[in-house]
């Protein structure tokens, strides 16, 4: 089955602790990008990548790393987190620059 | 700096009925527009896509359509079910380069039965 796969789900941690969530795609898609989704903000780009080893930043990178070290997959990196962060995360991905974009379920992450 | 709203937040509507949303951005240069639906607790699924040089796409039901000067989409769902109740969200993809997606805040649809 064709799909965006996000882990985990959901993820409680303490404030300073790394943590990586992990974006899979099996559609050998080009673009990769990653979101959060706040209430009342709705989504908020992070970062994406347009190809292997090309990442750029979105309208709020601040806090995160990204890497692209093959196509399918773009794992977000949070190597400091603070209460701030905690949000509803979105990994997408898209075969090319003018196709639709395909959602993974969403990581839900704390910050105490 | 591209800005998208969607009108109203929430909107109750009995089953059956035609309804219009609405997604305004404030720059006419896109590449294209996406509406998408987002169920409680999931992800997004993509409903349709306009091209910048397209006026409209359909899908069963579905008809949104693009009007890149005056900066705004309409989705239009015929024949409302409960089975349509979730978050609708569009985003438009500026003209920039790059891969920047830009979303609106969605528009929460309740069908009643």
């Known amino acids: 089955e064709a799909q965006v796969t996000q882990n985990p789900r959901y993820l409680i941690t303490v404030t300073g602790k790394k943590l990586t969530v992990t974006c899979s795609q099996n559609?050998?898609?080009?673009?990769m990008s990653w979101y959060r989704q706040d209430p009342g903000l709705g989504l908020r780009q992070i970062y994406y990548?347009?190809?292997?080893?090309?990442?750029d930043k979105g309208d709020v990178p601040e806090g995160y790393k990204v890497s692209r070290k093959e196509k399918r997959n773009f794992p977000l990196i949070l190597e400091s987190p603070s209460p701030n962060q905690t949000s509803l995360y979105f990994c997408?991905?898209?075969?090319?620059?003018?196709?639709?974009?395909?959602f993974g379920n969403g990581t839900r992450l704390t910050v105490t | 700096k591209q800005e998208v709203t969607q009108i109203p937040a929430a909107l109750s509507v009995p089953e059956g009925e035609n309804l219009v949303l609405n997604c305004s951005f404030t720059d006419s240069a896109i590449y294209n527009l996406q509406w998408f639906r987002q169920d409680p607790g999931k992800g997004l699924t993509s409903l349709l896509l306009i091209q910048s040089s397209q006026r409209e796409q359909t899908s069963g039901r579905l008809n949104a359509s693009l009007d890149k000067s005056s900066g705004r989409s309409t989705l239009y769902i015929a024949a409302s079910q409960p089975g349509d109740s979730a978050t609708y969200l569009c985003a438009v993809r500026p003209n920039t380069g790059g891969f920047k997606t830009i979303f609106g805040a969605g528009t929460r649809l309740f069908v009643k039965a």
């Open positions: 559609m050998n898609h080009e673009y």
């Open positions: 990548s347009m190809n292997v080893e090309v990442t």
């Open positions: 997408a991905s898209s075969l090319r620059y003018n196709s639709p974009l395909h």
